[in-house]
């Protein structure tokens, strides 16, 4: 049995709610939606279609929106740890 510090015990009281089935659909909805943004800014900035979602990294502002999307997905999962 691991002892651990006062500093790192991990209690069930939670200043906050967290609701697994909000969190599962947030990750749905960016995963689903990632896709129409990315093609959305690939059809408004006249940018080349490349071959799959990763390669939007290096592009300009797909590369915002490709970040942004999975550190937000990082974000919700971590709040979805007990």
């Not at 002892?3 to 790192?8: E, R």
């Not at 909000?22 to 943004?37: D, E, H, R, T």
């Not at 006249?46 to 490709?66: E, K």
Request: some cysteine; glycine content about 6%; aromatic content about 14%.
């Amino acid at each position: 049995m691991t002892v651990f510090p006062d500093a790192l015990r991990v209690t069930d009281e939670l200043p906050f709610s967290v609701n697994l089935q909000k969190i599962n659909k947030a990750v749905g909805y960016v995963a689903l939606l990632l896709p129409i943004w990315i093609g959305a800014v690939t059809l408004f900035t006249n940018t080349c279609i490349n071959a799959s979602i990763s390669h939007y990294y290096y592009s300009r502002l797909g590369s915002d929106i490709f970040v942004g999307s999975i550190t937000f997905v990082g974000l919700l999962m971590l709040f979805s740890i007990r």
